[in-house]
C-alpha cells in the first residue's frame, strides 16, 4: 500500500511546487475580457488614448498612449472606493511577507524604442486596509530590456505592510521624457516561497497520515 500511495503523495507536491516565475495574475490580468475591470486616467484631467487590443502576447492586451501629461490604467475599476481592492488571499498573499510583482510590457510605434525613449510602462502598487491607503510602492520601471521593441517580462519585489488587506494594481505610463505607446499584459504576482512550501507540507502529511492509516486498517 505504501508504494501505492507513495506516486499520489508526489503527485500532489508535484501539483503545488510551481516555479518560481509563475505568477497568479491579477483578474483580467491578462487583457483576454479587454477593459473589464479596468480605468484609465490623465495628468490633464481626462482619459488618455486607451485601447484593448486582442491577440498580440496573445489573448489581449492593453495600451496607455501620452496626451502631454502622465497616464495610468487602474484595477481593479473601484479603485479607492469602500471596498476597492483584491483581497490578498485570494492572490495567495500574506500581509507582512514579501511579493513580486510581475507584468509584461513593450513600446509600440515606429521611433519610441531603443534607450532613448526611455524605460518601458512600469507598475505601481497600493495596498489597502479598512477602505483607507496604508502605504504603496512609489512609481517602479523596470529597465528596459534590449530595445523594448519586443514582450518582455519586467518584475520588483516588495515587503507588504502587516496591517494590509487589499491591493490596487496601477500600470504606469512611460515619463513623459518618452512619446511612446506603452502595452501592458500578463499583471500579477509571485507570492513568497512560504507560501508553496507550507501548502507542500500540508500534502506531504496528508500522504503520510493515509499511509499511516492503512497500516492500522491491515
Avoid at 9 to 18: E, F, Q, S, V
Avoid at 144 to 149: E, F, P, R, S, Y
Wanted: net charge neutral; aromatic share 8%.
Amino acid at each position: 500500500m505504501k508504494k501505492k500511495l507513495l506516486p499520489l503523495t508526489l503527485a500532489m507536491l508535484g501539483c503545488l511546487a510551481l516555479p518560481a516565475s509563475a505568477a497568479i495574475l491579477i483578474p483580467n490580468g491578462d487583457f483576454s475580457q479587454g477593459g473589464t475591470g479596468w480605468i484609465a486616467n490623465s495628468g490633464l484631467g481626462e482619459q488618455p488614448p486607451v485601447t484593448f487590443a486582442t491577440g498580440g502576447n496573445p489573448g489581449g492586451y492593453g495600451t496607455v498612449t501620452p496626451n502631454g501629461g502622465w497616464g495610468i490604467l487602474v484595477s481593479p475599476t473601484a479603485a479607492g472606493a469602500t471596498g476597492a481592492g483584491y483581497d490578498l488571499a485570494s492572490l495567495g498573499l500574506t500581509a507582512g511577507g514579501p511579493v513580486t510583482f510581475t507584468w509584461d510590457s513593450i513600446h509600440l510605434g515606429v521611433g519610441n524604442t531603443g534607450p532613448s525613449a526611455g524605460p518601458v510602462g512600469g507598475m505601481k502598487v497600493e495596498a489597502w486596509a479598512n477602505n483607507a491607503l496604508v502605504d504603496n510602492t512609489g512609481d517602479q520601471y523596470g529597465a528596459l530590456v534590449g530595445t523594448g521593441a519586443t514582450w518582455e517580462s519586467y518584475s520588483y519585489t516588495w515587503t507588504l505592510p502587516a496591517t494590509a488587506q487589499k491591493l490596487i494594481f496601477v500600470p504606469l505610463w512611460t515619463p513623459s521624457a518618452n512619446t511612446a505607446t506603452v502595452g501592458f499584459d500578463n499583471v500579477g504576482v509571485v507570492p513568497e516561497p512560504s507560501t508553496y512550501a507550507l501548502l507542500a507540507l500540508g500534502a506531504a502529511g496528508l500522504g503520510a497520515h493515509l499511509v499511516r492509516r492503512r497500516r492500522r486498517q491491515g
